[in-house]
């Protein structure tokens, strides 16, 4: 089973929390709390979907729990009053982003934001790059062929590439607003 | 320290479950489900944040967490492309609702919302009635009083009245719906 990023990154933490400078999901928290800061978006990662089994109520411990499939993406917000759903995925492959990253209900509930009028989309780390790929471009290209991957020439070429900057992180809100101006034209 | 809502569902679930009929947060949840269902709105309660201390990665389960404290208010979601966040809180008192149920920060984070061009507001179960009271109001009495609670007339007039309905639980749309049409104008 994948493990829980943010889990990994509590299990880490302690050891190696200088390495995850290049993690992508700690540079993503990075821009959340600079648009935060900086009165920009207000974008959060959920907290992961726990299962809890046990509480110990003296001292409001939980005792056992376990990690739950997530059904949704890990990060929401707003963005000039828009809904903003993403989710951030690492490829390790150089040659293309393999869609068993993305669970069937996560796909339908991408579907659903795009038609409620919300914008929807993936950051992947490839190659060293970081892209923002589109809601409306992942469901294309799944509609649109039986792959079981997305080549990296299609994310290059459909998906926006994010810079990194060392007082924002990743700096996807420029992406994020190439999408918008497209949902109010 | 107050009970995470979903810990106390998961605690008493399988002992009370019946009861839980007229619980404020399964209401919302019935209601969330037949937004979804039938395409209305996607509004989902956030996971409880929870601070990981020890898993088992044998089996992936977790030995040792923590309650943490919210900062952001417990649903969120889209409605015709708009953010939605509210919070479900259930008052006992008759009288006044105590403002001391909501922490600084989530005020802040109301404030924020709003400015953003979002919907904030709070569902407030009182009296046995329901009521939708807007963020906007909530942020008003409390920068033109220092009352610590707010009177069940000044919920009752600034606030829309919900309706409980069995097949959706707590019908807040209708209440989102007259926020949404007032941010359009």
Chains 1, 2 share one sequence.
Do not use: W
Not at 84 to 90: L, Q, Y
Not at 170 to 181: C, K, Q, R, S
């Amino acid at each position: 089973m994948k493990y829980p990023s943010n889990i990994k990154k509590n299990y880490k933490k302690p050891i190696t929390y200088g390495n995850r400078g290049m993690d992508l999901e700690f540079l993503i928290n990075e821009a959340c709390k600079y648009y935060i800061e900086n009165n920009l978006a207000i974008i959060y990662k959920k907290p992961t979907p726990i299962g809890i089994v046990e509480v110990d109520y003296n001292n409001m411990e939980i005792k056992k729990a376990y990690f739950k499939e997530p059904s949704t993406l890990d990060y929401n917000g707003i963005y000039k009053g828009k809904y903003v759903e993403f989710d951030a995925k690492e490829c390790h492959s150089k040659t293309s982003f393999p869609l068993q990253n993305i669970h069937d209900h996560q796909i339908k509930h991408i579907k659903n934001i795009i038609v409620h009028g919300g914008i929807a989309f993936l950051i992947i780390g490839m190659n060293e790059k970081y892209f923002l790929f589109k809601g409306e471009d992942l469901l294309n290209f799944i509609k649109n062929t039986a792959r079981k991957s997305i080549p990296y020439n299609i994310i290059k070429s459909k998906g926006q590439e994010l810079k990194f900057n060392y007082l924002k992180g990743i700096d996807f809100l420029e992406g994020i607003n190439i999408v918008y101006e497209e949902l109010i034209k």
